[in-house]
């Protein structure tokens, strides 16, 4: 039996089951079938009106997420004094509750990994991990960068790879991350609120491509602030905007505030690619994207300025403040 005193309830963050208005009847949440010939007008339309969309025929072999999916299983499985041998993340590693390195902490543990490095994972068969790491994030890396040559085409952004270029360079600052959500005892949930298993916020990155299997938790916040839950969809991946793409559409597209709550009867898995700028690129809206006389709403940063404030910030803080121009 697992026992928990007290400071150990404690330190996590709970959300109200309260009813959001908009959960009586919520609004679907786009899907884009990317063998379509109008994708990139939904991929757009997507953007604006939730930073969020699910994206089906995506191309991506199902035989490289499910090998994957078993790796990180098999890995998660392991005693907490194995996995602790991969190292703590800072910034890359295995983490265990806490997330990032300012006290934010969920029902979740992960590895992070970059994606220019081969991982270091303490398992038992490192090269078949690796194996699986490295065909799952060629083929979703192919997948983001179409997505991101669309959302150009959509925005008549010349030339066609100006955002994709920027994840597809040899100094790309992509992070891939491997989300295990244990099932949450319920001791810990109550009849009226839900343990944060990872708490709000928006991503950094220009996009990034999430795959679950099929246990509920992600949710999504609407723009009137309201919370949806996205419905799992283990055969299908969910693109995120990010801050960065926000930043280069000047406010055009909105990151999306996303979170996860955990589940008390299934575990969840999750893997995310972040699709990042190398860290000398200078992050600011995109001239074609600017009309007549107006003006950026951001002061102009690189990757690596964005990154210095955003690792002494919390999750849940909005990380672009500090950029906007008063
Ligand atoms: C949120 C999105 C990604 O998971 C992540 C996170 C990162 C981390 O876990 O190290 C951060 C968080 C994320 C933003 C603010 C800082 C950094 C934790 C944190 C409190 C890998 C990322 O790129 O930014």
Not at 28 to 39: A, E, G, N, R, Y
Request: with cysteine; charged share 20%.
């Amino acid at each position: 039996m697992v026992i928990l005193s007290k400071p150990a309830i404690e330190q996590f963050s709970y959300i109200r089951n309260k009813q959001p208005a908009a959960a009586l009847f919520p609004p679907l949440i786009p899907v884009v079938d990317l063998s379509k010939p109008d994708s990139k007008h939904q991929i757009i339309k997507a953007c604006e009106e939730f930073g969020f969309f699910k994206v089906i025929n995506h191309g991506v072999p199902m035989e490289f997420i499910s090998r994957l999916e078993s790796e990180a299983t098999k890995f998660f499985s392991l005693p907490f004094c194995e996995k602790e041998k991969t190292g703590q993340p800072k910034p890359y590693g295995y983490g265990n509750k806490r997330i990032g390195p300012n006290g934010d902490v969920g029902w979740v543990e992960y590895l992070l990994l970059t994606t220019n490095q081969d991982p270091n994972i303490s398992t038992e068969n490192p090269e078949i991990f690796r194996a699986a790491l490295n065909n799952y994030m060629a083929a979703v890396k192919e997948m983001a960068c179409e997505i991101l040559e669309m959302v150009a085409d959509g925005l008549k952004i010349q030339p066609r790879n100006a955002l994709s270029k920027l994840m597809m360079d040899e100094q790309s600052d992509s992070v891939f991350r491997l989300n295990h959500y244990p099932p949450c005892p319920d001791v810990l949930q109550s009849l009226n609120s839900n343990v944060i298993g990872f708490g709000e916020h928006t991503d950094p990155q220009i996009i990034s491509v999430l795959r679950s299997n099929n246990t509920s938790g992600l949710q999504i916040s609407l723009k009137d602030g309201s919370w949806i839950s996205v419905p799992p969809d283990h055969h299908s991946f969910f693109i995120n905007v990010g801050d960065s793409l926000q930043v280069m559409t000047n406010g055009r597209f909105k990151s999306v505030k996303h979170r996860v709550v955990a589940n008390s009867v299934k575990s969840r898995l999750s893997m995310i690619y972040f699709c990042g700028p190398p860290l000398s690129e200078k992050i600011a809206p995109l001239p074609s994207l600017m009309r007549g006389d107006q003006q950026s709403l951001y002061k102009e940063f690189t990757w690596f300025e964005y990154k210095r404030s955003a690792y002494s910030s919390r999750l849940a803080d909005n990380r672009l403040t500090h950029f906007e121009k008063i």
